[in-house]
């Protein structure tokens, strides 16, 4: 259980990080403080100095000899999956602009698996899990400085430099056509040339090995790892006044890491310099591939417990990852529209559930609407956290759906998918927190629509959105935001959906507690018809097993049910509805019967 205290602790480590982010952007955007020439100064004294001695610092107070080797082959196995996956992505997808195909697979790469865990993820974490988490990710960090980092550049370079060989030809025809060119330009375009020039394989490699090679963070992360060696093995210390140093410049990394950042997004038209449509397909990339391939790759080398939970965690964005929370975002108004909604039937429904000796449920349904008939049976396996529910259906579609529950504390995956429907297949994580619940949903298709909701808040107050966005169209499918309170003994929600155009407000109160008495109400207003639809109900318990239930709605449509146990898990209701601005068409009445073991 998170409590106030992690909260506040949370909040205190990630605040001043974003406070120095916007005093960045204000700085520039705003105040004009900083020329785009001393930028870029900043920008490299943070590369050179600042970066690079933290990365010392961390790495040098991790003990090598300690180290975990699940860990270690966990995140090469999650390297490597997300290698073949981009590959077979690009093999198939032929992308524009991006510094070509190896382009587009480091950015996928940087974006899914090489997580901010130096500058964002160790004072989140430190302040969620305590040492324990940050000892796993100074070794995350150590692998990622001396490993990762430096192959991901060494890569960046290649295709730099092979970016730069296949235009030499346009450059030295545009030198020869402009011998006034800006005395400026010319050591550049004549040293664009001669690289240019070169061929094979092996002189682009050299080329990129040569810029490779002068990376400060790659000597950092090196001497960090030597000095740790001789520190935790003959007990060696810094002398103070070069600790003192070290110290002074990387205390201040984190800050200047931000700051640039903010003059990074000051420099750009938007704050979304990339556009809404690749915006969307990095969150793909690491709210959903990104956790899915360390999983995959926790799964197989068998992690558990906290360095499973740090392991998963470190890829969220680390906005998210300190909350569990007030349910989802369905749950907003839930309670009302139960009371409202559930269990009124109009039509004749028999369920019977049966369970077979190794646990396997199977549940048969049939439902007689008018003159239509439809059915549905539905097996159900159960083995520890893993559940695989089949449903075939009178319409010959065929429902799977895989669920993996409490993967870490609080996760939850699902796969389903409907046959023949090409288009039904989704993969939906769901994460709970004690201050917020996440749902993230992507379908799998070439152009998929994009589902993100998510929930901030706790046991009294919660606000949160639920976004649809259509990669086809690059649009947006949905937009809902909405708002709950809970105290006691009542529920108030408030919703806008359909994109601004309708305002929902539902009320839920427990009149009685004791005889289950409960009443509430729901108002919807459509701003676009200017239309209000109004429905009150209520229920209360004759006896333990024995529910009534109740509503009507200003379109003069009235509704009623009675619902009995007569045994434990079955149910008989009976329900009817009456429209008294119809009466010559009679009651409907409806019937219902579950059945189970």
């Known amino acids: 259980m998170v409590s106030w205290l992690d909260v506040y602790n949370v909040f205190s480590a990630t605040v001043p990080l974003y406070v120095s982010m916007i005093l960045g952007y204000l700085s520039t955007k705003h105040l004009n403080l900083f020329s785009l020439e001393q930028c870029v100064g900043i920008n490299k004294f943070i590369a050179k100095f600042s970066i690079p001695l933290l990365s010392f610092q961390v790495i040098s107070q991790n003990n090598p000899f300690t180290m975990s080797l699940r860990l270690i082959l966990s995140d090469i196995l999650q390297k490597i999956l997300a290698a073949v996956v981009f590959a077979v992505v690009i093999r198939f997808w032929h992308p524009t602009g991006g510094g070509g195909k190896l382009g587009w697979i480091i950015t996928g790469l940087s974006v899914t698996v090489f997580p901010n865990t130096l500058i964002i993820g160790i004072p989140i974490l430190s302040a969620i899990d305590g040492d324990a988490a940050k000892n796993i990710l100074v070794q995350i960090v150590v692998l990622q400085c001396l490993i990762w980092s430096n192959i991901l550049l060494f890569l960046f370079e290649i295709n730099a430099t092979w970016d730069l060989q296949s235009s030499g030809a346009s450059i030295e025809h545009r030198v020869n056509d402009n011998e006034e060119t800006d005395i400026d330009q010319e050591p550049i375009e004549e040293e664009a040339i001669v690289r240019t020039r070169s061929s094979g394989t092996g002189k682009i490699i050299l080329k990129a090995w040569r810029k490779f090679i002068v990376n400060p963070n790659t000597y950092a992360a090196m001497i960090g790892l030597i000095w740790a060696t001789l520190h935790f093995r003959l007990g060696w210390k810094l002398p103070e006044m070069i600790d003192k140093s070290i110290h002074l ?17 000051a420099s750009q038209s938007s704050i ?31 992690l558990r417990g906290t360095l499973f939970r740090v392991t998963i965690l470190q890829l969220v964005p680390k906005k998210t990852i300190m909350v569990k929370g007030p349910g989802l975002y369905t749950e907003i108004g839930k309670k009302a529209r139960d009371l409202l909604y559930k269990d009124y039937q109009g039509d004749q429904k028999l369920s019977v559930t049966t369970y077979s000796s190794t646990g396997v449920a199977i549940t048969t349904t049939g439902t007689n609407k008018g003159d239509l008939f439809v059915g549905d049976v539905t097996t159900q396996v159960k083995n520890k956290n893993f559940t695989a529910d089949i449903k075939v259906a009178t319409d010959s579609s065929l429902l799977t759906t895989f669920t ?7 996760l939850k995956a699902i796969v389903s998918a409907k046959v023949p429907d090409q288009k039904s297949g989704k993969v939906e994580l769901q994460y709970l927190h004690d201050y917020a619940g996440i749902c993230t949903s992507v379908g799998l298709t070439a152009s998929p629509i994009v589902n993100f909701s998510g929930v901030v ?3 009294v107050l919660a606000l949160g959105t639920d976004v649809s966005f259509n990669t086809q169209s690059g649009d947006f499918k949905q937009f809902n935001a909405g708002f709950s309170f809970t105290k006691d003994d009542l529920i108030a929600a408030l919703t806008l959906n359909d994109k601004g155009d309708k305002l929902n407000a539902s009320y839920y109160h427990i009149v009685n507690p004791l005889s289950n008495t409960v009443v509430g109400a729901e108002v919807t207003h459509s701003f676009t018809t200017q239309k209000n639809a109004i429905t009150v109900g209520a229920q209360h318990a004759l006896d333990p097993l024995t529910t009534l239930k109740a509503r009507v709605n200003n379109d003069g449509v009235a509704n009623a049910l009675i619902q009995h146990q007569w045994r434990p898990k079955s149910f008989i209701t009976v329900s009817g509805e009456v429209n008294s601005r ?7 009445v409806g019937f219902a019967l579950a059945l189970k073991p």
């Open 404 to 410: 993996y529950d409490e993967a870490t504390p609080g």
């Open 249 to 265: 410049i990387s205390d201040g990394g984190l800050g200047m890491a931000m700051f640039s950042l903010g003059l990074f997004m």
């Open 272 to 302: 979304i310099a990339c556009g809404t449509k690749m915006s969307i397909i990095t969150m793909i990339l690491k709210f959903i591939l990104g956790p899915a391939l360390m999983i995959a790759s926790a799964f197989c080398i068998r």
């Open 457 to 459: 808040g706790n046991n």
């Open 582 to 588: 119809a009466i010559e068409k009679g009651a409907k």
